[in-house]
């Protein structure tokens, strides 16, 4: 009798069929995680004339990339490893890459209708309006810096079996980075003391802070500049050290 | 008959698993033969889970091999993977998904092609027709070990691994279970499962192989294990009603003491 191996573009399209279908099934927590970015566009309407349309925006969606990348992906791979279905994946004549693969292309689809959701909502509430190359410049960008918070989330499942602490892991780090974006924008605004550009450079370098003003330059592509292109840089090192230690400690079940 | 017989499916040979210090598996060797239900017994702990991973290719064994019909599980995983099929422990599929996806979903994993008449001809063999829109989560116990034997056996392979697959079933669903396994036994493919009921053991496994401490320590027909053991005065101790089972031989050989 003929064994026989699906191809792995085969299997990875019945995997993406199956992890779209489920994203529709949970429909309601995708509202929800772009219902985020969109309070605060339309929350911050006023301050749009003075910190600009870029600035607005870039918060609005680097808020929502964290709330896909550290809690819907994460949360999402840590419940499916509890519940064994890695493992039953694992058992088919798969390669285990197609079935991460998956999952890491329906977080990126995600990244990329946040994006188009917060330019719809961004113009439709506060009028904020870019260039063409400005919406092509800012797909790019959110999607590498939707792969630093997807790979950072691959990260903590990847250190933490437990499905309860990288819950509580993810809040406690999705809480610490929006400290860190309030504190960098309190700090280009007023005086922090002797600490303050310490604390400001350490916040603009954090992957927030990079993917942040990565996202608000790419929004007014003429101001890109060496300080954009070092946080192009440092954004990519992040998610290939991420995903390393992530990939490299990944366990597929939480026994 | 006899030249089929002969013909294993699989083999494993000098098995050895180590999780850091502890050695789950110490050196086990069997072998499951072409239509034959072979069980895997032993208390909790003994290293029936293990050796079953260890065939699935999800844990890495440090020394020994395992082949399955004529693949290598180290050489060849995928091939080995494709010629088996595996019914873990805890059914696990997305629970968002229905019936009709997972067998969609399963069918494609395997290279099986699933058009409309070919779901419905599965979903009729295993009497879920009405519940074909149902999502997995929302199916009854043994409608869920049902769907699982199904994915199980969706590609006709060679061997079927089968992990303590009627805990937590019904008397009812448990022996229609049992006749399902012994149908694919009719189908010429080998079955080799773990289970800690003793009863099962008997009625539908054609050899058993007792594991304890990671240890095969025995392995024969249910009736010649009786009948080996029939005069030991450890079985006899241990015997509740005075005729001998295959429990009575499994509490002598593996000891009184609850494991954890």
Redesign the interface.
């Known amino acids: 009798?003929e064994?026989?191996?699906?191809k792995s573009s085969?299997?990875l399209?019945?995997?993406l069929?199956?992890d779209f279908?489920?994203l529709f099934?949970?429909r309601r927590s995708v509202v929800l995680a772009l219902l985020v970015p969109n309070i605060i566009l339309i929350s911050w309407k006023g301050l749009v004339k003075h910190a600009g349309g870029p600035f607005v925006l870039a918060t609005g969606v680097v808020i929502g990339l964290m709330a896909i990348g550290l809690m819907g992906y994460t949360i999402s791979i840590t419940r499916?490893r509890d519940?064994?279905?890695f493992?039953?994946?694992?058992?088919?004549?798969?390669?285990t890459w197609t079935i991460m693969l998956s999952r890491i292309i329906v977080q990126l689809f995600m990244i990329m209708l946040l994006t188009l959701v917060v330019f719809v909502v961004g113009y439709q509430f506060d009028g904020i309006l870019l260039s063409t190359g400005g919406y092509i410049l800012t797909f790019f960008v959110a999607f590498i810096g939707g792969a630093v918070y997807l790979c950072l989330g691959q990260l903590i499942a990847g250190l933490v079996k437990n499905p309860e602490t990288v819950n509580a892991t993810t809040r406690l780090v999705y809480f610490l980075f929006m400290m860190t974006g309030m504190f960098g924008d309190i700090a280009q605004f007023s005086d922090m003391g002797k600490l303050g550009p310490y604390l400001t450079s350490m916040a603009h370098w954090s992957p927030y802070g990079c993917v942040k003003i990565m996202l608000q330059a790419s929004m007014e592509p003429a101001k890109w500049g060496h300080d954009n292109n070092v946080a192009l840089m440092a954004s990519v090192a992040y998610a290939i050290v991420f995903a390393a230690v992530g990939i490299k400690n990944f366990k597929?079940?939480s026994r | 008959m006899a030249e089929q017989q002969d013909k294993y499916i699989l083999k494993v040979e000098g098995l050895s698993v180590e999780y850091g210090p502890v050695k789950a598996v110490k050196n086990v060797s069997f072998d499951v033969l072409q239509g034959e239900i072979f069980g895997l017994l032993g208390p909790n702990g003994a290293g029936k889970t293990s050796t079953l991973s260890s065939i699935?290719?999800?844990v890495k064994f440090k020394t020994g091999s395992i082949i399955v019909?004529g693949?290598d599980v180290r050489q060849k995983p995928?091939?080995a993977?494709?010629?088996?099929g595996?019914q873990?422990q805890?059914t696990?599929?997305?629970?968002?998904?229905n019936v009709v996806?997972i067998l969609?979903?399963?069918g494609?994993?395997?290279?099986?092609q699933m058009d409309k008449g070919k779901i419905q001809e599965i979903l009729k063999e295993i009497g879920l027709e009405d519940a074909s829109a149902k999502k997995f989560s929302q199916l009854s116990g043994g409608q869920q070990q049902r769907v699982s034997l199904i994915i199980a056996t969706i590609?006709?392979p060679?061997l079927v691994l089968l992990d303590e697959p009627t805990t937590g079933l019904d008397p009812q669903a448990r022996r229609q279970l049992w006749e399902r396994i012994e149908g694919i036994r009719e189908r010429g493919h080998a079955v080799l499962l773990t289970t800690h009921s003793m009863e099962e053991a008997e009625a539908v496994c054609d050899r058993i192989a007792i594991v304890d401490h990671g240890q095969v320590i025995a392995i024969d027909t249910p009736q010649n294990m009786i009948d080996k053991y029939r005069n030991d005065p450890e079985v006899i101790a241990v015997s509740r009603r005075g005729k001998i089972t295959l429990e009575d031989v499994f509490i002598a050989l593996t000891g009184r003491a609850v494991r954890a």
């Open positions: 009798m064994t026989t191996i699906p085969t299997a399209a019945a995997l069929r199956a279908t489920t099934r949970n499916d519940k064994g279905i493992q039953r994946l694992r058992v088919a004549p798969l390669p597929w079940e | 699935e290719g999800l019909d693949q995928l091939h993977k494709a010629a088996m595996v873990l805890s696990s599929f997305q629970p968002e998904l996806e969609r979903l399963f494609s994993i395997y290279g099986v590609h006709n060679r």
